[in-house]
């Protein structure tokens, strides 16, 4: 009966929600490590937290820089030879030009393994994160945290 | 007649399954992201339909024909550009749990005039990439039935419009996934069945002296006032006006440039030297050696090494910040099934992206006449017929036309879900079902009318422009969102204004402004190497300044992007 007092009825899953207000239901992590769900007021729960950044991003930074090495090697590598040994970029292999083997064929799985070998690693490092103890993490940081300092 | 029925066959194949997914359509959610119930190998498919556009379909061959291995950074760059997504920003991002970038940027810096700002961007990105699929449409008509230029165009923004109002982005996962088969398909089978066919028959004569000659008598219409070049003395066929005289007949023509009036038509006879469209300061017509050894395609402009770096900084950053990329994850349950779909994503790109280069290596054999004009855009659904006769030219073209609608559909579908999303939930407010579709409607028009003025810019190179205000505009606003504390909404916005104005003046400077030369020209032709770097200065020292004004909740909002589910 709300309906005739002039309430109307609106869509749940709306996408106005803001993000900071959608909850993570869908989380379903077994261990006690769900920093995402609760506010992290607290010195400990921050303390967890960089530790697992931190892990991430140099993870995240080692991939990439294999990625930006690989493709910087390959351009300066190629602008090298233009400069220095000509000749060679003339070398056929199949009556193609070996250059374009390399940039129209070779590149793509390079960049397949690149892509695969992160994601091996950074899954194999979230399952450590979650089947690790807290309070082990916070001790670790801690310890981070002072050398650091020194 | 076959290529007609076969874009015919694409276009209601496409309308057919996006009505029939607007059953499914029912709420707003359903309509921008699918209700995140896509599967990863689907979604993979999907993003794959949705990434290559016009761009790499049509606009890649062509770029291999007239510049050579310099232009296989694009396909690199595209590539590679999901690498980086996947390692910088993918799965935090789908953590995170907003469905576009302007939430994303609202949510994480906690500032609704930043979400605006945002949008604006979205909308110079979606409609710099729109133009080129409707330039595609536009030539492939006109190549295959001599409709006029503005038929496609109509075509395209029509039924997309209609589409994407219909059915959203549920309708259009589906659709997409198949148009990526369709896609790979077309090209496959015809690189596959014109290369054997070329070591068949035996290619056309060897080019003398490193031009490219003419394979079979064939006759072109210079469209605009153009300047050739010709590395070898030679005889042509004039109707019009060459070099400031009236021709007509056989003329003598010697090695060095020559200026060709519009509207005048040239016949070259076979066996003889192809002269190529040069710029009017042209460097040269690009030999055959200077096609196929790197860094040596400088005939447009000055600097290829540069250019080149620049190109790839541009695509490897701006794959991360398209509008209608990035929303595809959020149809993925997760941050670890948004990882798995990538490395599936990358798999299907790098097999897809050696079939349009095979093509464009064979149109520079077979279709070198196409350099006069600098029309080679449309190369990929001239060459059946160029190397076959008979049905099988016929039923390679259709597939082609097919593959080639496929492409312009399914970019600009996703596109348009962006763009209309913008306008509707980010720019204004409450934004409803409703909005959303005349949202959708209003943009197809103006993308339409956009698409009529793109004719004279190479495909590619607008797509390439994209991706270079994309890095410069929400690169730094996804990876200092992602990964840094300090981030604030201030540094943000200042990165977006900073680096993503300079890159869009850049781009719209070297599109309708003056011809500079030299290092000026080269700067403003790829922005992206100096672009990205400014952007991210400006955003950390914007964030450095006001570092009063860090978000409340940052702890919680970078806890939930780096938690594993």
Same mark, same amino acid.
């Given at each position: 009966? =709300?309906?005739? &007092?002039?309430?109307?009825?609106?869509?749940?899953?709306?996408?106005? =929600?803001?993000? &900071?207000?959608?909850?993570?239901?869908?989380?379903?992590?077994?261990?006690?490590?769900?920093?995402? &769900?609760?506010?992290?007021?607290?010195?400990?729960?921050?303390?967890?937290?960089?530790?697992?950044?931190?892990?991430?991003? =140099?993870?995240?930074?080692?991939?990439?820089?294999?990625?930006?090495?690989?493709?910087?090697?390959?351009?300066?590598?190629?602008?090298?030879l233009?400069?220095?040994?000509?000749s060679?970029?003339? =070398?056929?292999?199949?009556?193609?030009?070996?250059?374009?083997?390399?940039?129209?064929?070779?590149?793509f799985?390079?960049?397949?393994?690149?892509?695969?070998?992160?994601?091996?690693?950074?899954?194999?490092?979230?399952?450590?994160?979650?089947?690790?103890?807290?309070?082990?993490?916070?001790?670790d940081?801690?310890e981070?945290d002072?050398?650091?300092?020194? | 007649?076959?290529?007609?029925?076969?874009?015919?066959?694409?276009?209601?194949?496409?309308?057919?399954?996006?009505?029939?997914?607007?059953?499914?359509s029912?709420?707003?959610?359903?309509?921008?992201?699918?209700?995140?119930?896509?599967?990863?190998?689907?979604?993979?498919?999907?993003?794959?339909?949705?990434?290559?556009?016009?761009?790499?379909?049509?606009?890649?061959?062509?770029?291999?024909?007239?510049?050579?291995?310099?232009?296989?950074?694009?396909?690199?760059?595209?590539?590679?550009?999901?690498?980086?997504?996947?390692?910088?920003?993918?799965a935090?991002?789908?953590?995170?749990?907003?469905?576009?970038?302007p939430e994303?940027?609202?949510?994480?810096?906690?500032?609704?005039?930043?979400r605006?700002l945002?949008?604006?961007?979205?909308?110079?990105?979606?409609?710099?990439?729109?133009l080129?699929?409707?330039?595609?449409?536009?030539i492939?008509?006109?190549?295959?039935?001599?409709?006029?230029?503005?038929?496609?165009?109509?075509?395209?923004?029509?039924?997309?419009?209609?589409?994407?109002?219909?059915g959203?982005?549920?309708g259009?996962?589906?659709?997409?996934?198949?148009?990526?088969?369709?896609?790979?398909?077309?090209?496959?089978?015809?690189?596959?069945?014109?290369?054997?066919?070329t070591?068949?028959?035996g290619?056309? +004569?060897?080019? /003398?002296?490193?031009?490219?000659?003419?394979?079979?008598?064939?006759?072109?219409?210079?469209?605009?006032p153009?300047?050739?070049?010709?590395?070898l003395?030679?005889?042509?066929?004039?109707?019009?006006?060459?070099?400031?005289?009236?021709?007509?007949?056989?003329?003598?023509?010697s090695?060095?440039?020559?200026?060709?009036?519009?509207?005048?038509?040239?016949?070259l006879?076979?066996?003889?030297?192809?002269?190529?469209?040069?710029? +009017?300061?042209?460097?040269?017509?690009?030999?055959?050696?200077?096609?196929y050894?790197?860094?040596?395609?400088?005939?447009?402009?000055?600097?290829p090494?540069?250019?080149?770096?620049s190109?790839?900084?541009?695509?490897?950053?701006?794959?991360?910040?398209?509008?209608?990329?990035?929303?595809?994850?959020?149809?993925?349950?997760?941050?670890?099934?948004?990882?798995?779909?990538?490395?599936?994503?990358?798999?299907?790109?790098g097999?897809?992206?050696?079939?349009?280069?095979?093509?464009?290596?064979?149109?520079?054999?077979?279709?070198?006449?196409?350099?006069?004009?600098?029309?080679?855009?449309?190369?990929? /659904?001239?060459? +059946?017929?160029?190397?076959?006769?008979?049905?099988?030219?016929?039923?390679?073209?259709?597939?082609?036309?097919?593959?080639a609608?496929?492409?312009?559909?399914?970019?600009?579908?996703g596109?348009?879900?962006?763009?209309?999303?913008?306008?509707?939930?980010?720019?204004?407010?409450?934004?409803? /079902?409703?909005?959303?579709?005349?949202?959708?409607l209003?943009?197809a028009?103006i993308?339409?009318? !956009?698409? !009529?003025?793109?004719?004279?810019?190479?495909?590619?190179?607008?797509?390439?422009?994209?991706?270079?205000?994309?890095?410069?505009?929400?690169? +730094?606003?996804?990876l200092?969102? /992602?990964?840094?504390r300090?981030?604030?909404?201030?540094?943000?916005?200042?990165?977006?204004?900073?680096?993503g104005?300079?890159?869009?003046?850049?781009?719209?400077?070297?599109?309708?402004?003056?011809?500079?030369?030299?290092?000026?020209?080269?700067?403003?032709?790829?922005?992206a190497?100096?672009?990205v770097?400014?952007?991210?200065?400006?955003?950390?020292v914007?964030?450095?300044?006001t570092?009063?004004?860090?978000?409340?909740?940052?702890h919680?909002h970078?806890?939930?992007?780096?938690?594993?589910?």
């Open positions: 009966m =709300t309906d005739r &007092v002039g309430r109307k009825r609106v869509t749940v899953t709306h996408p106005m =929600t803001r993000a &900071v207000q959608s909850g993570r239901s869908d989380r379903t992590s077994s261990v006690d490590l769900r920093v995402g &769900v609760v506010e992290v007021e607290n010195e400990d729960d921050a303390l967890v937290l960089r530790s697992l950044m931190q892990a991430q991003l =140099t993870l995240a930074l080692q991939s990439f820089g294999v990625l930006v090495g690989a493709l910087s090697c390959v351009v300066l590598g190629l602008a090298l233009t400069r220095l040994r000509p060679t970029l003339e =070398t056929k292999v199949f009556s193609v030009p070996a250059v374009w083997w390399l940039l129209g064929l070779l590149m799985p390079m960049l397949y393994f690149i892509a695969q070998s992160y994601v091996a690693q950074v899954e194999r490092l979230e399952r450590r994160f979650q089947s690790l103890n807290r309070d082990q993490l916070k001790r940081q801690l981070r002072q050398k650091a300092k020194l | 007649m076959i290529a007609i029925l076969s874009i015919g066959f694409v276009v209601v194949l496409s309308s057919v399954l996006g009505a029939l997914s607007m059953r499914y029912r709420t707003t959610s359903d309509f921008l992201v699918a209700s995140r119930s896509i599967s990863p190998r689907l979604n993979a498919a999907a993003i794959c339909g949705e990434y290559l556009s016009a761009g790499t379909f049509l606009g890649l061959a062509s770029l291999v024909m007239v510049f050579g291995v310099d232009m296989l950074w694009y396909p690199i760059g595209y590539t590679a550009g999901y690498v980086a997504l996947l390692v910088l920003v993918a935090p991002l789908r953590r995170f749990g907003s469905y576009t970038i994303f940027a609202e949510g994480r810096l906690e500032s609704p005039r930043l605006r945002s949008a604006v961007f979205v909308l110079v990105i979606g409609f710099l990439y729109l080129p699929q409707m330039k595609g449409a536009g492939t008509l006109r190549a295959l039935t001599g409709a006029p230029y503005w038929v496609g165009v109509a075509l395209v923004a029509v039924v997309v419009a209609g589409n994407v109002a219909v959203g982005m549920r259009v996962t589906f659709v997409q996934a198949v148009q990526y088969f369709i896609k790979v398909f077309a090209l496959a089978v015809s690189a596959i069945v014109l290369w054997v066919a070591s068949r028959i290619a056309p +004569p060897a080019f /003398v002296d490193g031009a490219p000659i003419v394979a079979a008598q064939s006759s072109v219409r210079v469209r605009s153009s300047v050739l070049r010709l590395s003395p030679t005889t042509i066929i004039a109707d019009g006006v060459v070099d400031g005289r009236l021709v007509k007949g056989s003329l003598a023509l090695a060095g440039v020559h200026g060709v009036e519009e509207g005048t038509r040239l016949t006879s076979k066996g003889t030297p192809v002269p190529q469209a040069a710029s +009017p300061e042209g460097r040269g017509a690009i030999t055959n050696k200077r096609w050894l790197p860094f040596q395609s400088s005939a447009q402009r000055d600097h090494l540069y250019l080149s770096i190109l790839i900084l541009g695509t490897v950053l701006g794959t991360m910040g398209l509008p209608h990329i990035l929303v595809r994850f959020y149809t993925n349950p997760d941050g670890r099934a948004a990882r798995r779909t990538i490395v599936a994503v990358i798999a299907l790109l097999a897809y992206y050696v079939w349009p280069i095979v093509l464009g290596v064979l149109g520079r054999r077979w279709a070198p006449d196409l350099l006069v004009s600098g029309g080679t855009d449309a190369i990929v /659904v001239l060459l +059946p017929k160029r190397i076959l006769s008979g049905l099988g030219a016929e039923l390679l073209t259709g597939l082609l036309a097919a593959g609608f496929a492409a312009f559909l399914s970019t600009s579908s596109l348009l879900v962006s763009v209309s999303g913008a306008i509707s939930h980010d720019l204004s407010q409450n934004g409803g /079902v409703r909005r959303f579709r005349q949202a959708t209003g943009a028009l993308a339409g009318l !956009l698409g !009529l003025g793109a004719e004279r810019f190479e495909i590619n190179v607008l797509v390439g422009w994209a991706f270079a205000i994309a890095a410069s505009s929400f690169c +730094p606003l996804l200092l969102g /992602v990964w840094w300090d981030f604030t909404s201030v540094g943000a916005s200042a990165g977006l204004l900073v680096g104005g300079a890159a869009s003046l850049a781009v719209l400077t070297t599109m309708f402004g003056p011809r500079f030369d030299g290092w000026v020209g080269a700067l403003l032709a790829q922005p190497a100096w672009s770097p400014l952007a991210f200065s400006a955003a950390i914007g964030s450095l300044l570092s009063t004004r860090r978000p409340v909740g940052v919680s970078l806890a939930r992007m780096h938690t594993p589910e």
